[in-house]
């Protein structure tokens, strides 16, 4: 194969929401292992990503121990202030050329499927901007707070997920255009769509799911 692919999976927060104080979340222990073990794993299981480039804060004490043992994983203490901040030191630190493919998966979804993150990648080899997985939004969407302002239309929207697959040098500068706009980038679609492309949308999997609140430890745990 030709192409280069290199996952990056942004592991320097703490995830305040998930109720775990004092162990960012992406340590708790899922059916035994911690969930950023999972996460990693899940990528490592297609053949084509040739390493899993976990980025983590420079006062991080668990990774290591976390992802002991693991093949084709390198750990670097490049996190930032930010995800899109993480995101683009991972991408200066690992060097990669320009037209490399870049994966970015979150640490806090370690239900990706195999078929999933093939799906994806297939689709994005054959694609000049790449994409990212998403589920049509299946529930009656409402706007407001804490009452009701308006009902809306669901029809053409979607949930995203990761991974996000894009070349590096097209990533690299969104980013980078992002951070000099002052743009608040949630994810690197965002950040792809504000440089005036168009990712591609590829249907993701329910288990997929972003563990955020406590209850989500639970659900994900019976997945896995």
């Known amino acids: 194969m030709t192409d280069s692919l290199i996952a990056i999976v942004p592991a320097a927060g703490v995830g305040a929401r998930a109720g775990t104080p004092g162990l960012p979340k992406q340590y708790r222990l899922l059916a035994g292992q911690p969930m950023l073990r999972h996460a990693v794993t899940a990528l490592l299981a297609d053949a084509r990503i040739g390493e899993v480039r976990v980025a983590v804060s420079p006062d991080d004490g668990w990774a290591l121990q976390a992802l002991a043992g693991l093949p084709r994983t390198t750990c670097r203490p490049c996190g930032g202030a930010t995800r899109a901040d993480t995101v683009a030191n991972a991408l200066a630190d690992s060097g990669a050329r320009d037209d490399?493919?870049?994966?970015?998966?979150?640490?806090?979804?370690?239900?990706?499927?195999?078929?999933?993150?093939?799906?994806?990648?297939?689709?994005?080899?054959?694609?000049?901007v790449g994409g990212l997985l998403a589920l049509p939004v299946a529930d009656t969407v409402k706007s407001g707070g804490p009452r009701v302002r308006a009902t809306l239309d669901r029809d053409g929207l979607w949930l995203a997920q990761t991974p996000q697959m894009f070349r590096a040098g097209m990533l690299r500068a969104a980013l980078a255009a992002a951070s000099a706009g002052g743009a608040v980038v949630t994810d690197e679609a965002s950040a792809i769509e504000a440089a005036g492309h168009a990712p591609l949308l590829v249907p993701g999997a329910l288990r997929n799911f972003k563990v955020t609140w406590p209850d989500d430890f639970e659900l994900m745990e019976k997945w896995l």
């Open 100 to 128: 490399a493919w870049i994966l970015v998966h979150d640490a806090a979804r370690p239900g990706l499927p195999r078929e999933a993150l093939a799906r994806l990648i297939d689709a994005c080899l054959a694609d000049a």
